[in-house]
């Protein structure tokens, strides 16, 4: 095997990393610049267009975002990938479906502001708390068992609950898409004086309920007692627990923090996309991990940060580089090979691809 | 402890799973065979907890079953007869329960759908179910009570002798059962096809490569090394069509997995993209040969490829496909190689997807020619399993010999600790190369024999679950083991065709089959040595570990 000799082949990838590595980013990035730069100098996009796509993303990044937190958090303290973490948020999808349609039995979506936007809230919490029970469920019988195992135990074990829950619900429920009746107060929109930008309240209550969402995560991450507990598991294990942290609780508690995020999600892409279905959690679950693996897995901003990035990019990008929208999860995929392969930290992340995974 | 309350947390653990099983419609689809599934599921729970608590008083024991019975068969009867009443006065319990129809609640309570809609009481049916659940639980709880261990020692002074041989008989018998009840057609699951035949063959398979790990290196040995490979030749003749395409469904696969294993089991880069190869090598051939596709009608002269022809092409794109995808991610570790590859698969099947002046998008590549040879056509299930058989042993070889030589040792070496594997002079990039180039090699050939099986293929056969199956057929074979795909591919391939009829449970099974596997033997079916060892030293470390640091 002569010709294995370190000496003589690196020069395939390894030639001073970081200078060959910003050389072909630059290249990159010029060739892209340059079909954006053809794609917008022939096609004729108006201004609004690109204002509506822009709009788009950020609802789609306040999605991802609230299902990145799951995984990233869960990730950070077990480095594992909870494949199963998008089904999590499709059962919070089928329970706010569910509520709402109780409420629509009542007439209470089509009834006054009032009634209409309890039976919104209401179909939130009843998501939050389906998918609060499931992944507590989830980490006790599919993960606690196999947590000391070699890494990709968990990983299958996670892959094997991935597709008992989706075909359980499929099971039990139907095949049949089961389709959301928006409630009266976020049926409609708002359009941004005669400019004929239009955005839904559907689109604005995912973005900012999101966004609330999220202050509340980080404040229970940074402020509260079990936070802090987390913060150190997360750190290591071992001394957690001689410092008297209960890790077993720790870990319960953020499986419940990441499925109750997940669950809210649910109901919110149910309300946006109008359609739930059986294996409706499963893409929107690997963009967000895509979106988490982006902003540096394992940091809460982070994940925020990559899930709008991803989002934005989605809308904006199939139309900037000239191709049909279906591209637009080919774009995000290649975005994540991108990061990992110029900067495998992610944006904002600490060095553990290479180090602690 | 041992109160009779502590029954308690098995009898809530028992309604769930009697639960689960309700609503994801057995009594609709077994009919009121179900009542006896949910018998044996409590009779379970029950001998288990009771054998755990053997030592205290035989009337707690029966007591504590007692709970265990009456609590999950009483909610199930409650639950029932709510549901019957909701029927009776035609409320749609199936918008919500899609399962929860009236055969289902007549199942369970002995009438007619046509009398649960018409409101006659479900009461007495109920009894009927709660009394031989109850009974089945106490049964357990009564069957734990005997004296086990003394039944084993007697066992094991007799049949000492017997047992040795043992490995050897039961394939043979397997094998001549098949014999003489496969070409019978005995039915299983009242389809027309043998599956009974299939079945049998499928646990030869599985005792034969059990056979060999247990019996010593000699003359019996070669023996009967020499007659289960004899068997596996004559098997695909004796067999009808429907079992040879079954059969190749499955060689194709452990094609596939042996090329997986290397990547995974071997060099420990964890794939998930791996049908992204298995796509280039059936898309290759694909498009080269069917009449149908653009390049044959746009390159005038061009007439299309053999499938020999098709072989050595699919090899080397994918080849090139492997190196492609190893170069970038030749950095990544562990989950983040995991996620990347899931990204270059699902990439690779839209592209084919979108791409459609070229692929055809959803519509595939049609018509493509089935290989021949010498002007025979080998179109037929009988002879492209003889194919795939062949090509499945080429593979294996390369792959035993790979394992032993250098290369192999380094992949293993880097598996175990890359830092070290580099101070000891092994070059990472190169070795890593070459597993993913391996590896997609023989996903590649698989790709090819596939396409010419399929006839037609489409973008959606080369979804994330094909990854996500070879994964699975390796782990639960025994990651890092040849005979542990083998037995890998036949339980996660070819026992779910035999079981097409019930096949809305198929993936619920195969998912909870992947989480148990996972607790309970994570070194999968037949495991290669070394695995066995790593996975039990790490539980004995983990035990201590966690002696040692109490967690709160």
């Known amino acids: ?357 | 402890m041992h109160t009779a309350l502590s029954g308690l947390r098995p009898a809530l653990i028992a309604f769930a799973i009697i639960l689960y099983l309700n609503l994801v419609g057995f009594p609709l689809k077994f009919g009121s065979v179900a009542i006896w599934v949910f018998g044996a599921v409590l009779f379970l729970i029950s001998f288990i907890v009771s054998r755990r608590a053997a030592a205290s008083p035989p009337a707690l024991i029966l007591t504590k079953s007692l709970i265990i019975g009456l609590i999950p068969s009483l909610g199930l009867a409650l639950l029932t007869y709510v549901f019957a009443g909701m029927q009776a006065s035609q409320i749609t319990i199936q918008d919500v329960f899609a399962q929860i129809l009236p055969p289902h609640t007549a199942a369970l309570t002995g009438l007619t759908s046509e009398q649960v809609i018409a409101g006659e009481s479900v009461v007495p049916g109920l009894y009927n179910l709660v009394l031989i659940l109850t009974s089945a639980a106490v049964l357990g709880g009564g069957l734990s009570l005997l004296p086990y261990e003394k039944l084993k020692s007697l066992q094991g002074e007799k049949t000492q002798g017997f047992r040795s041989t043992l490995p050897l008989l039961i394939p043979l018998l397997l094998f001549a059962a098949y014999l003489s009840l496969g070409l019978s057609s005995v039915q299983l699951f009242g389809s027309q096809e043998n599956k009974f035949g299939l079945l049998l063959l499928y646990v030869f398979f599985g005792s034969s490569l059990y056979a060999l790990r247990v019996i010593p290196q000699g003359r019996l040995k070669t023996a009967f090394l020499i007659v289960a490979v004899l068997a596996t030749i004559a098997a695909p003749l004796l067999n009808d069509q429907f079992q040879n395409s079954v059969l190749g469904f499955v060689t194709i696969f452990i094609i596939m997995g042996i090329g997986l294993n290397i990547v995974v089991g071997f060099a420990g880069l964890l794939d998930l993209g791996y049908v992204a190869f298995f796509a280039v090598g059936a898309y290759s051939y694909g498009l080269l040969s069917s009449p149908t596709s653009w390049i044959l009608v746009n390159v005038p002269g061009f007439e299309g490829i053999t499938f020999w022809a098709g072989l050595p092409i699919a090899i080397v794109l994918g080849l090139m496909a492997g190196i492609l995808l190893g170069v970038p991610v030749l950095r990544l570790r562990g989950d983040y190689l995991a996620i990347v590859t899931l990204g270059f698969g699902e990439i690779i099947r839209l592209i084919l997807l979108n791409l459609r002046e070229f692929t055809d998008g959803p519509s595939g590549v049609r018509g493509i020619p089935p290989p021949d040879l010498f002007g025979v056509n080998l179109g037929n299930p009988r002879d492209l399993l003889f194919l795939a058989m062949v090509v499945a042993a080429i593979v294996t070889f390369i792959a035993l010999r790979l394992r032993d030589s250098r290369i192999g040792r380094s992949w293993v070496a880097m598996r175990e600790d890359e830092t070290v594997a580099q101070a000891m002079g092994i070059n990472l990039i190169s070795t890593k190369l070459l597993a993913f180039a391996f590896g997609a090699m023989f996903a590649s050939l698989s790709g090819v024999l596939y396409a010419a099986r399929q006839v037609n293929v489409y973008p959606d056969n080369f979804a994330l679950d094909v990854s996500i199956n070879v994964l699975a057929l390796i782990i639960i074979g025994g990651i890092g083991s040849i005979e542990g795909v083998v037995i890998g591919a036949i339980a996660l391939i070819g026992l779910p065709e035999i079981l097409r009829s019930v096949n809305e449970y198929r993936v619920v099974a195969f998912g909870a089959l992947l989480v148990a596997m996972m607790a309970l033997r994570p070194e999968g079916l037949l495991p290669s040595l070394r695995r066995k060892r790593e996975l039990h030293a790490g539980e004995q470390e983990n035990i201590a570990r966690r002696r040692k640091v109490p967690s709160s």
């Open chain 1, 1 to 357: 095997m002569a010709s294995f000799n370190p000496t003589k082949k690196a020069w395939l990838i390894n030639l001073g990393p970081s200078t060959y590595r910003l050389v072909g980013l630059a290249i990159l990035v010029a060739a892209l610049a340059w079909r954006v730069n053809d794609v917008l100098s022939h096609e004729a996009y108006t201004a609004q267009y690109w204002i509506l796509q822009l709009i788009n993303g950020l609802i789609l990044g306040g999605l991802y975002a609230l299902v990145a937190m799951g995984y990233t958090m869960v990730y950070g303290i077990l480095l594992m990938i909870n494949f199963a973490h998008g089904e999590v948020m499709m059962i919070g999808g089928f329970a706010g479906y569910f509520a709402l349609t109780g409420f629509e039995a009542l007439g209470w979506t089509t009834g006054n502001p009032l009634q209409s936007g309890l039976s919104v809230v209401v179909a939130v919490l009843a998501g939050m708390l389906a998918s609060l029970i499931i992944g507590i469920a989830l980490e006790r019988i599919a993960y606690r068992p196999v947590r000391n195992a070699p890494r990709l135990v968990p990983l299958i074990s996670a892959v094997g609950a991935s597709f008992f829950l989706q075909y359980t619900v499929l099971l039990i429920f139907g095949v049949t898409p089961h389709y959301y009746e928006k409630p009266a107060i976020i049926n409609s929109g708002l359009s941004v004086g005669d400019s004929g930008i239009f955005i839904s309240y559907t689109g604005l209550f995912i973005f900012f309920s999101s966004i609330l969402l999220m202050i509340m995560l980080y404040l229970i991450v940074q402020r509260s007692k079990m936070g802090r507990a987390m913060r150190s598991v997360a750190e290591s294990k071992e001394v957690s627990a001689l410092m008297g942290v209960n890790v077993d609780k720790v870990i319960v508690f953020t499986f419940a923090l990441g499925s109750v995020l997940a669950g809210a999600a649910g109901v919110m892409l149910g309300l946006h996309n109008t359609v739930m279905k059986f294996n409706s959690g499963f893409f929107p679950g690997i963009k967000a991990f895509t979106a988490a693996v982006i902003g540096g897995i394992g940091n809460l901003p982070g994940a925020l940060l990559g899930a709008f990035s991803l989002g934005t990019l989605e809308a904006l990008g199939p139309s900037a580089l000239g191709l049909p929208t279906e591209y637009k999860d080919v774009i995000a995929f290649s975005v994540l090979i991108l990061v990992l392969v110029f900067r495998p930290t992610g944006i904002l992340g600490e060095v553990l691809s290479e180090g602690k995974a």
